[in-house]
């Protein structure tokens, strides 16, 4: 999803500021859903705005600077409603730790282990910053999608545990370079090849 849209779906929720939004990326119920710099941010909101999507207003705050807040125009709502109701993309998946995985053949057992290790630790960190959440969340959008993360960690943690050994066994069985398949990865041996 692009960052147009994001926007536009976080000022649903009601008026922001570009910070707001930022930390709606990072620490909000849009942390999981992707993120954006405040370089990518406030170029979007300006041709959000150039656009008629939003309206913008300065906001004065005691001992601050004043904040420029932004809100949906009736143009921007229906923009919003709009993107949304497009058939969702394909999530696209990136984990550190999967390729870690993918190579256990390569790497020793301690290796391995200190990694599964590390990422029960991550999920259940996160399990209990969002748990609290559900309770505080004022929107039942937010807490659903809240139910969801925890209930996607979980299942993770759950197949991690019931799974551990299956990859620790797996590893430091096969030096890095052999030529056979590994991963699925079919490796073509330089002799073979020159015929």
């Known amino acids: 999803m692009n960052i147009r849209t994001i926007c536009l779906a976080i000022l649903a929720h009601g008026e922001a500021s570009g910070y707001d939004l930022k ?39 005691p001992g601050k600077p004043a904040r420029r807040v932004y809100a949906l125009t009736e143009a921007g709502r229906e923009a919003f409603v709009a993107e949304m109701s497009v058939t969702p993309e394909k999530d696209i998946f990136r984990s550190h730790f999967g390729i870690i995985a993918l190579c256990t053949p390569f790497l020793p057992r301690e290796t ?33 999608l809240l139910e969801w993360g925890i209930a996607q960690f979980k299942n993770e943690v759950a197949f991690i545990e019931a799974n551990r050994e299956r990859l620790e066994v797996l590893a430091g069985s096969t030096k890095p370079g052999d030529r ?10 330089s002799t073979q090849a020159a015929e």
């Open 112 to 144: 391995i282990a200190r990694a599964i290790d590390e990422r029960l630790k991550q999920q259940r960190t996160e399990i209990a910053q969002l748990e609290p959440l559900i309770e505080q969340e004022q929107h039942r959008s937010v807490g659903w």
């Open 23 to 61: 930390k709606n990326w990072e620490d909000g119920p849009f942390s999981y859903l992707g993120g954006a710099s405040f370089g990518s941010i406030y170029p979007a909101l300006a041709r959000l705005e150039q656009d008629g999507l939003i309206k913008s207003r300065e906001e004065t705050q």
């Open 180 to 189: 056979r398949e590994i991963c699925g990865i079919a490796h073509t041996d």
